[in-house]
């Protein structure tokens, strides 16, 4: 059964930046895929970046595109979500996420039905 624990949240000024990392553990053949998702208070889940096990087909939602950029170490079993320019709309739980190594549409990995692991969250906060 796979393991997620996220880090490197906090409360930054909107333009700054902040990079979150999901380590992972429980895992024998790291076949997986890995996912970042977001809630704020009052909505719902939305995926915000995806990734393959080994760094390829980043795929991300529009509202972050180009100021955020996922990446994996599978030497560490980690995975990160650089976030740069930041806004305060990007004020919200952030939770990785892992599926299976199967292919999919680029949108269809940003939906949270398929994923099966989650980590805890951790909450990112941008001041105006």
């Known amino acids: 059964q796979v393991q997620l624990a996220e880090s490197g949240g906090g409360s930054v000024q909107a333009g700054g930046s902040l990079r979150l990392s999901c380590a992972a553990a429980?895992?024998?053949?790291?076949?997986?895929?890995w996912g970042w998702f977001r809630q704020a208070p009052g909505k719902g889940r939305e995926g915000v970046a995806s990734?393959?096990?080994?760094?390829?087909?980043?795929y991300y939602a529009d509202s972050v595109k180009g100021r955020f950029t996922i990446s994996v170490d599978q030497s560490k079993k980690t995975f990160y979500l650089q976030m740069n320019s930041l806004k305060p709309d990007d004020t919200a739980m952030y939770y990785c996420?892992?599926?299976?190594?199967?292919?999919?549409?680029?949108?269809?990995?940003?939906?949270?039905?398929?994923?099966?692991?989650w980590g805890q969250g951790t909450q990112v906060t941008v001041s105006s």
């Open positions: 996420a892992a599926r299976r190594n199967l292919w999919l549409p680029p949108e269809a990995t940003l939906t949270e039905e398929k994923y099966l692991a």
């Open positions: 990734v393959y096990l080994d760094g390829s087909g980043p």
């Open positions: 429980g895992i024998t053949d790291f076949l997986y895929n």
